[in-house]
């Protein structure tokens, strides 16, 4: 049997994990029948350090699956939680790009986001306590992140946008969105350099009518009825559309504007990411039924110290992806007490820095046969110098102590 207990830094971990079933929880969301071949071959199962705190393993499973999974100590105090973007909200790019622009040792891909068009993404980023975008309403799951001591603890939130803009008389309106894709009906949008280079007409969504106005040193220096160009530095625009164009109407170049932002939910959050569902609450599964897909997901533990990111291959016949409740049980066999699902489908990508490397690769295999350009991920940094590591790969057809293999809860 390998020794248990915390892997040294520039050490090999190699491990037999049984992952073929999955406990039964007390309430199926989503009575899906088996499918043939639920029990998967020999499980392979390779584990690489890459980072203090942080390794990489390499599975099968049954479905049949092919799984990568991140484990991370958060206490581990030079290992930093990372929300990865490729500098602005309204931009995707390969996550092999948004990791190495900021050294991350590994990631995964991030939230759902405006495919086709802008490219932003829908809920709510979160870097170095700075709210980057999102919603007053919709799209507000998401896994926070927070300073603890040396090190950080993490958890799910729900996180608004709680934005006021202030105008002249001390009248005030409620915005419903920040550097968005789409604009709440009747809805004020806040749009700030962040966004970036986006034609912000691609987020009427059909409106009637729009008015924008751009502030600048709390001073409207520009009014128009259709939106302009980028953001300028030390500019803030607020878009309003149908009844949120109304709300700005009387407005002209000169009056006072104030406009004032903050995140409300997961209060002091230094990395926070969206997400479309919870899976797993409290050790509970609470997802819905979908068909099988590759899927991204993240996941913590009860006391918010250890932290999961999976992916799971999708859409060919060596990986066939999972449902909702296929993979929030698999979440929880791995320790998950709280998990959130993440992007899918193409866009489920999972980067690292094997050891030796100087920038990460992609280590699981995108159902589109590349990298998909998204918009964020999540990620991790180390402070700690890198070492020589290796991994070894290891086929068992028994597992000594292990209870026989089970088909996978459907």
């Given amino acids: 049997m390998w020794p248990s207990g915390r892997l040294p830094f520039a050490a090999v971990a190699v491990t037999a994990l049984l992952v073929g079933g999955a406990a039964p929880v007390a309430a199926r969301a989503d009575p899906i029948p088996p499918s043939p071949a639920v029990v998967a071959a020999p499980t392979t199962l390779v584990t690489t350090t890459l980072a203090p705190g942080l390794t990489l393993r390499d599975t099968t499973a049954s479905g ?77 799951q998401a896994a926070a992140l927070y300073a603890n001591g040396a090190g950080s603890r993490g958890g799910l939130a729900d996180i608004f946008l709680d934005a006021t803009i202030t105008l002249p008389g001390g009248v005030t309106r409620t915005a419903t969105n920040l550097n968005s894709p789409n604009l709440a009906a009747n809805g004020i949008g806040i749009y700030n350099p962040l966004w970036g280079d986006q034609p912000r007409s691609q987020v009427l969504d059909g409106a009637t009518r729009s008015r924008e106005i751009e502030v600048t040193g709390g001073t409207v220096t520009r009014v128009g009825t259709s939106p302009g160009g980028k953001v300028a530095t030390g500019t803030v625009v607020v878009l309003g559309v149908d009844a949120g164009a109304d709300a700005l109407a009387a407005l002209t170049v000169g009056d006072p504007v104030s406009v004032n932002y903050r995140p409300r939910g997961g209060d002091g959050a230094q990395v926070a990411i969206g997400g479309n569902l919870v899976l797993v609450r409290d050790g509970v599964v609470t ?36 449902t909702y409740v296929e993979l929030a049980n698999y979440m929880k066999s791995l320790g998950a007490d709280d998990a959130l699902n993440l992007d899918g489908g193409g866009s489920t990508t999972l980067v690292a820095r094997m050891p030796g490397a100087t920038g990460v690769s992609v280590r699981n295999t995108p159902s589109d046969g590349a990298q998909r350009p998204v918009p964020n991920g999540i990620g991790f940094v180390s402070t700690a110098q890198p070492a020589a590591c290796v991994t070894a790969n290891l086929t068992f057809t028994s597992y000594p102590g292990s209870p026989p293999a089970r088909p996978e809860t459907p």
């Fill in 64 to 140: 049949p699956n092919v799984v990568n999974v991140l484990t991370a100590d958060l206490s581990e105090p030079t290992l930093k939680p990372k929300y990865l973007n490729p500098g602005t909200v309204g931009a995707t790019t390969a996550l092999t790009t948004q990791a190495n622009r900021v050294g991350a040792v590994a990631a995964v891909n991030g939230d759902f986001f405006d495919i086709g068009a802008t490219g932003a993404p829908r809920g709510v980023g979160i870097d170095n306590g700075t709210l980057l975008n999102g919603p007053a309403s919709g799209w507000n």
């Fill in 287 to 322: 997802t819905t039924s979908h068909p099988r897909n590759p899927r991204t997901a993240i996941g913590f533990s009860a006391d918010g110290l250890t932290m999961w990111l999976v992916v799971v291959d999708g859409r060919s016949t060596a990986s066939v992806g999972m």
